[in-house]
């Protein structure tokens, strides 16, 4: 199972950045997927998360402001993210909950909000 993880960038606080990850050798309709997000020095944050029925759930840090999704033709899940913060600052993973196999994770895609 890999995840790639794509789409961070440098964004005004305000912006907003959508983004991708895209799974192999797995699905992610048939596994509950998630995005967490980490800064320096600090454990690692869960975001937000998508059940398998398509049930989701968010931090309360992001609630309103940002939101996961899914395209089963792609494999991919998506998180948009609107009216960032310059604390949204962080290095952004998804995440594969396996019952077969565990926990899956993406590499990390950097998403920087300047003040």
């Known amino acids: 199972v890999q995840l790639q993880a794509s789409g961070g960038g440098l964004v005004q606080a305000g912006g907003s950045l959508r983004l991708s990850c895209v799974v192999s050798g797995s699905s992610s309709r048939l596994n509950p997927m998630a995005w967490y997000r980490q800064t320096p020095g600090n454990q690692r944050e869960w975001v937000a998360r998508?059940?398998?029925?398509?049930?989701?759930e968010y931090a309360n840090s992001v609630k309103g402001r940002f939101a996961i999704s899914r395209d089963i033709a792609k494999n991919t899940v998506y998180l948009q993210m609107n009216n960032l913060e310059p604390e949204d600052t962080a290095i952004y993973y998804c995440?594969?909950?396996?019952?077969?196999?565990?926990?899956?994770w993406g590499q990390g895609t950097l998403v920087t909000v300047s003040s």
């Open positions: 998508m059940a398998v029925n398509g049930f989701t």
């Open positions: 995440k594969l909950q396996s019952i077969r196999s565990g926990e899956h």
